[in-house]
């Protein structure tokens, strides 16, 4: 009997050992799928996925990509993360009909594994001003320089083909997945139709990592773990592109229009002010071009002056046309990313033309003068009536402030009764006492 129990306490004990344990785990693969502009956002989700993965271990990191570009300090920031993580990042380009152009090129040849899916393509990674404002040649020139000497480093660390990563910078040159593949040396690793594929094909596989060590993947049955986006980093990710951008700001900018021509609508005046807002946070994420902005206030600015100043359409014609020139400065700023004209022109014109239709009814407006014998005149309560406070009443196009001595509900028609300075005294309309008795 007591060899029984000795014998069920060691299975027991060799069943949780350590090494038995980690025989049954399977390996983890870690993927993140990128669809969209290279910026801080992006780069603080890639970066928080190769965290992750550090802290469970992972085997593998795959990035799924597809962009068409962003901003060079935001690639260096994930390639950084990359060279540093502990197991090997592999970037994937697709699916088919996919992209990795400008940024995306760089951190596709920065990856441990580079991998495309049939009918995609790399490239065209040549530098342009983070502000998107035109570079004099000798500027243009050194931020070519600059990058391409990045790249070349990238590409003799990874051994991949450093003339065409080059060239892709200073020419602006793409390439098929089947030129990348085949250039000797290549720029890529494989070619694989989707994720599962390439899972297999790394299976086995020895990495060389950036700083030489080579690591040999261990991927069967391996357990894939996709890790999404924060809500915040959807939501802030969201508006941090150009076209969203230059929405909001000129939906801002109409709302508080709105409030200023009729003030007390509130409504336009606090949604101009969130939108506002949340385009100024877009351009923080996304850089702007000042001069196109400054050209955009310009352009209100003379259409302010069109209501103004008798310049027969003139102000108002060199208005619309400085925010349309503004907006497309303004929003230029993105490497392959950019607003079209399409957008651009009938936004600026509805802009303008509503700027001006509501200008000038606000003046027209201004320029009446009150009627001043408004007793006995019928308005209607915009708010309920009370002895005090005050509510309001339409009368005549204009609003009042305005008491009554018994309870009125809003939208019920009402009769000035005595005027007290700018307030009125009202009575319903068919209970009418004389103008004493109501005083």
């Not at 915040?232 to 951008?245: N, S």
């Not at 020139?325 to 509503?354: C, D, F, K, R």
Request: with cysteine.
């Amino acid at each position: 009997m007591r060899r029984w129990l000795t014998l069920v306490v060691l299975l027991l004990v060799n069943g949780h050992a350590p090494g038995a344990a980690q025989s049954t785990e399977r390996p983890t693969v870690v993927v993140a799928e990128l669809d969209g502009i290279i910026h801080p956002l992006s780069a603080e989700y890639l970066m928080d996925v190769i965290d992750e993965a550090d802290t469970s271990g992972a085997e593998l990191v795959v990035f799924i990509l597809r962009t068409p570009g962003g901003l060079l300090d935001s690639t260096r920031d994930i390639v950084s993360r990359m060279i540093t993580s502990r197991a090997p990042v592999a970037v994937f380009v697709g699916p088919s009909g996919a992209r990795a152009a400008s940024a995306g090129f760089v951190i596709t040849i920065a990856a441990d594994i580079a991998a495309m899916a049939p009918g995609t393509h790399i490239g065209a990674a040549h530098p342009v001003s983070g502000t998107g404002e035109e570079q004099d040649d000798t500027t243009a020139e050194k931020a070519a320089s600059d990058t391409a000497a990045y790249v070349r480093s990238l590409a003799t660390a990874r051994e991949r083909n450093v003339m065409l990563a080059e060239e892709a910078v200073l020419q602006s040159r793409s390439f098929t997945d089947t030129e990348a593949l085949a250039a000797m040396p290549a720029l890529i690793d494989l070619v694989v139709p989707d994720l599962d594929a390439l899972v297999r094909e790394l299976d086995t596989r020895t990495v060389r990592r950036f700083d030489g060590r080579m690591q040999t993947l261990a991927l069967s049955g391996a357990e894939i773990r996709r890790v999404e986006m924060t809500w915040r980093q959807r939501t802030l990710g969201a508006l941090a592109h150009p076209q969203i951008a230059y929405l909001l700001l000129t939906l801002g900018i109409l709302g508080l229009t709105v409030e200023l021509w009729n003030p007390g609508a509130t409504l336009p005046g606090v949604a101009g002010g969130v939108c506002l807002l949340l385009a100024f946070f877009a351009f923080q994420i996304v850089p702007v071009d000042t001069a196109g902005l400054l050209l955009v206030l310009f352009g209100l600015g003379l259409l302010i002056l069109e209501l103004t100043v008798p310049s027969f359409g003139v102000l108002g014609i060199g208005g619309t046309i400085s925010l349309i020139l503004g907006s497309i400065m303004m929003t230029n700023e993105v490497p392959g990313v950019s607003v079209n004209l399409g957008l651009i022109v009938p936004v600026a014109l509805a802009t303008a033309g509503i700027f001006l239709f509501l200008g000038r009814l606000a003046l027209h407006a201004q320029r009446q003068k009150p009627a001043q014998e408004v007793v006995g005149q019928i308005g209607r309560t915009r708010t309920a009536l009370d002895a005090d406070p005050p509510g309001q009443i339409d009368l005549h196009g204009e609003i009042w402030s305005a008491t009554s001595r018994a309870p009125i509900a809003p939208g019920r028609m009402v009769r000035v009764a005595d005027r007290r300075g700018l307030t009125l005294v009202v009575v319903p309309a068919d209970d009418l006492t004389s103008t004493g008795d109501a005083s």
